[in-house]
């Protein structure tokens, strides 16, 4: 059986994502191996697209904003890039992560390893780090444009159970699922089972993250529905989270990696309550690797749901948001 060690990464993503630019933007880049420095915290965008599967991972390309705007302008016809807006930016930066990601989705499917993608999500913003969890093989690839670089990075893992192929069409659409009530369910029980926590749902118009840092752990799934669940709470609730679930003083949490985990880990267990839902709905799917992006000004936007939901829950005085974005995919 082929492992994740036998993908040409390189070779893949390369090709990949020269074909991209060459076919798409009339663009010639070059990989290179190393880097002219990074794109500073507030001259970036990071579009990303995740996949699952018997390969779990996630492929995200980041540059900078300028160099963004000028592939917009190009792929719309505009020649001057001040036209372009910050959505049709985000959009195209979007589908470029979706294209390249797909393509190294077809090639594994290729290798006899099989995986579907998710929608892609773009982060924005003026201070954010995105970390992801579980990756067994991580790459970073370069590539140059004039004066500008763009960053592909690749992290993937394999798991040992195949999914069980479904090739049913399915009639019901995804408004006839009570999203709500799996949530509320999902968030309740993971918060009281694995954080000894009560939580209660609360309004999401009166509900508010406190301005300042805050944690963003998210997942994907991919199947015949596709989407993102993501968890935001405050540094401070993360903190807290973090003792519940290892069994921790508050005071004794100082590690930011631990915080994130946690955090991470919570995202994971909600979205995999919810795939469960799902399944048992008759819509198979399968959870991509958590990632988890914090920072004090950043902001992710996900592109091609056709439904989204927010809701919010309190615990003492702290609040969690948890937003679902989907769409239904049928099987041929």
């Known amino acids: 059986m082929p492992d994740i060690d036998s993908i040409n990464l390189k070779e893949h993503i390369t090709s990949a994502a020269v074909e991209v630019f060459r076919t798409m933007l009339s ?3 070059e990989p290179s191996v190393r880097s002219i420095g990074t794109v500073s915290d507030k001259n970036r965008i990071v579009g990303a697209v995740g996949f699952a599967g018997e390969v779990l991972g996630n492929v995200s390309i980041q540059t900078d904003r300028e160099f963004s705007r000028m592939i917009t302008a190009v792929i719309l016809g505009r020649p001057d890039g001040s036209s372009v807006s910050s959505e049709e930016v985000n959009d195209v930066i979007g589908e470029l992560s979706s294209m390249i990601g797909g393509n190294l989705k077809s090639r594994i499917c290729d290798a ?19 970390e992801h969890m579980r990756w067994e093989r ?18 993937i893992r394999m798991v040992s159970k195949r999914p069980e192929e479904e090739n049913d069409m399915h009639d019901e659409e995804t408004s006839a699922v009570d999203i709500k009530k799996f949530i509320n369910n999902a968030a309740v029980e993971v918060f009281d089972m694995m954080l000894s926590m009560e939580i209660e749902p609360c309004d999401v118009s009166n509900a508010s993250i406190v301005d300042g ?54 995202s994971n267990m909600i979205g ?61």
């Open 27 to 29: 663009m010639e880049i």
């Open 112 to 130: 006899g390893l099989m995986c579907e993608l998710s929608f892609p999500s773009v982060t924005t913003g003026d201070d954010f780090t995105i």
């Open 138 to 155: 991580h790459e970073q690839f370069i590539f140059r444009y004039e004066q500008h670089q763009t960053f592909v990075d690749v992290r």
């Open 213 to 266: 840092d805050k944690i963003v752990g998210a997942v994907s799934f991919a199947g015949d529905v596709t989407g993102n669940v993501s968890v935001q709470v405050t540094q401070s609730f993360g903190r807290l989270i973090t003792a519940n679930m290892l069994g921790m003083d508050i005071e004794e949490v100082d590690d930011e990696e631990e915080i994130n985990d946690a955090v991470g880990e919570l």
């Open 272 to 332: 995999g309550n919810l795939k469960s839902r799902f399944c048992d709905s008759g819509f198979p799917c399968e959870l991509s690797i958590p990632s988890v992006t914090t920072g004090s000004d950043f902001k992710i936007e996900n592109l091609g749901w056709t439904r989204h939901e927010q809701y919010a829950f309190k615990h003492l005085n702290y609040t969690t948001l948890v937003e679902v974005c989907m769409k239904l995919e049928k099987i041929l």
